[in-house]
C-alpha cells in the first residue's frame, strides 16, 4: 500500500475515532460543513442510508454504517494498481486518493469544531500532507476558473508545516500554473500551514479569522483577491 493510500486509511481511522466520541446531545450540535449538524455530517460521510431503517422498526447505527464505509474504501484499495498497472491509471487512483484525503480531512475538522474538540491548525500529518498536495495541484485551475482578469496575477504562495511549498502562481494568457522560478513580486504573497490553506480553498474558515489564529497571511491585491476567492466551495 502506497504513502497516498495509507493516508487515507489514516485519515478514516481519526475521523472514526471522533465520531466514536459522540453523545446523544451532540446529534443537532452545528459543525462548519455547509447546511450540517453533526448528524448530517456523519450521514455524507458515511452514505446514503445511514440513517435509514436496516430492518422493520429498527434503524441502523450511524456509527456502525461510518465504519463499513471506512471497510469499503480501505477494501477497494487493497484491489487498486497491481503489477500490471498502467502509468495512467496510477495517476487516476493517486488522484482519487487524494481527493478523499481532502474530504476525510476536512470533514474530520468538521467533526472536531462540531464536538468542541480543539483542532491544530499546524500539524504535521501525513493525511494532511497529502490533502494538501492535493488541493495544490487544483489551484492553477481554481485561480483561471475563480478570478476574474482584473483579479489575476502572478502571486507567491509559501506553506509550511505539513508541506513544505514555495512557488509562484505566473498568470500567462488566461491561465494559471506553478512558476518555481522565483521572478514573482514579493508584495504579492499567500503564506500559512498547510491547514490553514486546506480550510482556506474548502470553504471552512474565513480568511481574516485564519489570520486573526497566526495561520495565514497575505499581502498585495493579487493575495487579497485569491483569499477572498479562490474557494472550492463558496
Do not use: K
Amino acid at each position: 500500500m502506497g504513502a497516498t493510500a495509507e493516508a487515507v486509511v489514516a485519515a478514516w481511522d481519526r475521523l472514526v475515532a471522533l465520531a466514536e466520541q459522540i453523545g446523544p446531545e451532540d446529534w443537532q450540535r452545528p459543525t462548519p460543513c455547509p447546511e450540517s449538524d453533526v448528524a448530517g455530517l456523519v450521514a455524507h460521510v458515511a452514505g446514503p442510508g445511514a440513517w435509514q431503517p436496516a430492518t422493520a422498526g429498527r434503524f441502523r447505527d450511524p456509527i456502525e454504517a461510518l465504519r463499513a464505509s471506512r471497510a469499503r474504501q480501505v477494501a477497494q484499495i487493497a484491489g487498486m494498481g497491481g503489477d500490471v498497472a498502467r502509468p495512467a491509471q496510477v495517476g487516476r487512483e493517486d488522484r482519487m486518493l487524494g481527493a478523499s484525503c481532502a474530504d476525510l480531512w476536512v470533514h474530520a475538522y468538521d467533526l472536531a469544531t462540531g464536538l468542541g474538540e480543539a483542532f491544530d491548525l499546524d500539524e504535521h500529518s501525513v493525511p494532511l500532507a497529502q490533502a494538501c498536495q492535493y488541493l495544490l495541484s487544483l489551484t492553477p485551475a481554481l485561480v483561471t476558473s475563480r478570478l476574474a482578469p482584473a483579479e489575476a496575477g502572478d502571486l507567491r504562495v509559501a506553506l509550511h508545516g505539513a508541506v513544505e511549498h514555495d512557488s509562484a502562481l505566473a498568470l500567462r494568457n488566461g491561465r494559471a500554473r506553478w512558476d518555481g522560478s522565483g521572478g514573482v513580486a514579493r508584495e504579492h504573497l499567500v503564506t500559512g500551514t498547510a491547514a490553514a490553506f486546506v480550510l482556506l480553498l474548502s470553504g471552512r474558515s474565513d480568511p481574516a479569522q485564519l489570520r486573526d489564529r497566526g495561520v495565514l497571511a497575505w499581502s498585495g491585491a493579487h493575495g487579497e483577491a485569491f483569499v477572498r476567492r479562490a474557494r472550492l466551495l463558496t
